[in-house]
T-cell receptor, first 114, second 108 residues
Framework: NAGVTQTPKFQVLKTGQSMTLQCAQD?????MSWYRQDPGMGLRLIHY???????DQGEVPNGYNVSRSTTEDFPLRLLSAAPSQTSVYFC?????????????FGSGTRLTVV | TQLLEQSPQFLSIQEGENLTVYCNSS?????LQWYRQEPGEGPVLLVT?????EVKKLKRLTFQFGDARKDSSLHITAAQPGDTGLYLC????????FGSGTKLNVKP
């Protein structure tokens, strides 16, 4: 099925470790974004991209890096994991970043940092 | 402080009951979206409303955008267990901001 694929589904990291969360979409969407979801906080934007080679910060970018070398892929890198980064991470894509476009979300990565 | 406040936070009802959940803000939105999220999955888009006062229906779900485009409501008629999930609203002033959601549990 076409959509957004995230891997892994679950991950446990030790404090200070680094890792990459993978996100791929096969809908030729230009806009891709990463959110984290924490209880009572809603979905908060980490980073986003409006096309290959273009990325920008959202509201909670500290501790995370992104790159967008192809239209399809948008990996999220945790540089040095901290317990505060324990969360559920969602990748989303859209035809564009405007008000009239809906997002397609992946099924999420549940990350625990111990 | 979140841009969008959703209420109630939790709602547990019996199958067949009607319910309304709310999404409120002091900001004006170009559009507002509603998503439903099931446990272990990502949110799925239900509807986008754009015009003040707009009403959209999706089977038993009725969505309304406030006249001033600052708030929205979702009404479910004759709720079913399959309606169980987290309902999120998202408003667009420059980019989409999400509320923290209403967690709905419909008991058989």
């Amino acid at each position: 099925n076409a959509g957004v694929t995230q891997t892994p589904k679950f991950q446990v990291l030790k404090t200070g470790q680094s890792m990459t969360l993978q996100c791929a979409q096969d809908m030729n969407h230009e806009y891709m974004s990463w959110y984290r979801q924490d209880p009572g906080m809603g979905l908060r934007l980490i980073h986003y991209s409006v096309g290959a080679g273009i990325t920008d910060q959202g509201e909670v970018p500290n501790g995370y890096n992104v790159s967008r070398s192809t239209t399809e892929d948008f990996p999220l890198r945790l540089l040095s994991a901290a317990p505060s980064q324990t969360s559920v991470y969602f990748c989303a894509s859209s035809i564009g970043g405007g008000w009239n476009y809906g997002y397609t979300f992946g099924s999420g990565t549940r990350l625990t940092v111990v | 402080t979140q841009l969008l406040e959703q209420s109630p936070q939790f709602l547990s009802i019996q199958e067949g009951e009607n319910l309304t959940v709310y999404c409120n803000s002091s900001s004006v939105f170009s559009s507002l979206q509603w998503y439903r999220q099931e446990p272990g999955e990502g949110p799925v888009l239900l509807v986008t409303v754009v015009t003040g006062g707009e009403v959209k229906k999706l089977k038993r779900l009725t969505f309304q955008f406030g006249d001033a485009r600052k708030d929205s409501s979702l009404h479910i008629t004759a709720a079913q267990p399959g309606d169980t999930g987290l309902y999120l609203c998202a408003g667009f002033p420059g980019r989409f901001y999400f509320g923290s959601g209403t967690k709905l549990n419909v008991k058989p």
